[in-house]
């Protein structure tokens, strides 16, 4: 089992700046990849980015290439996103999750993870 607990979020201008946290607990952090997604109200739960196992792949969603960052640092099984020139669309809860050490390869479906966070609330003002 692992648990997963975001951190991060809060109000922003448009163009601003928000790093947020995932910490994981239960099972070694270096054994899955993990990634975030975001659902804006009435919308879908959708894909933003996704970081291999030992932290060398990584690829994003094409709305958020050049302003987001993902990133990890499995000594404090941690994994963040840097979140930079924040636009209004960006607002939404993001969730961080975890694929369980199912695979190799990285997952960019819902469906290809077994654990996620509560959630963690961005919004950006115009």
């Known amino acids: 089992q692992v648990q997963l607990v975001e951190s991060g979020g809060g109000l922003v201008q448009a163009g601003g700046s928000l790093r947020l946290s995932c910490a994981a607990s239960?099972?070694?952090?270096?054994?899955?990849?993990m990634a975030w997604f975001r659902q804006a109200p009435g919308k879908e739960r959708e894909f933003v980015a996704v970081?291999?196992?030992?932290?060398?792949?990584?690829s994003y969603t094409d709305s958020v290439k050049g302003r987001f960052t993902i990133s990890r640092d499995n000594a404090k099984n941690t994994v963040y996103l840097q979140t930079n020139s924040l636009k209004p669309e960006d607002t939404a809860v993001y969730y961080c999750a975890a694929d369980g050490g199912r695979f190799s390869e990285l997952g960019y479906r819902i469906a290809d993870y077994d654990y996620w966070g509560q959630g963690t609330q961005v919004t950006v003002s115009s």
């Open positions: 970081i291999s196992r030992g932290g060398g792949r990584s």
């Open positions: 239960g099972r070694t952090s270096n054994t899955y990849n």
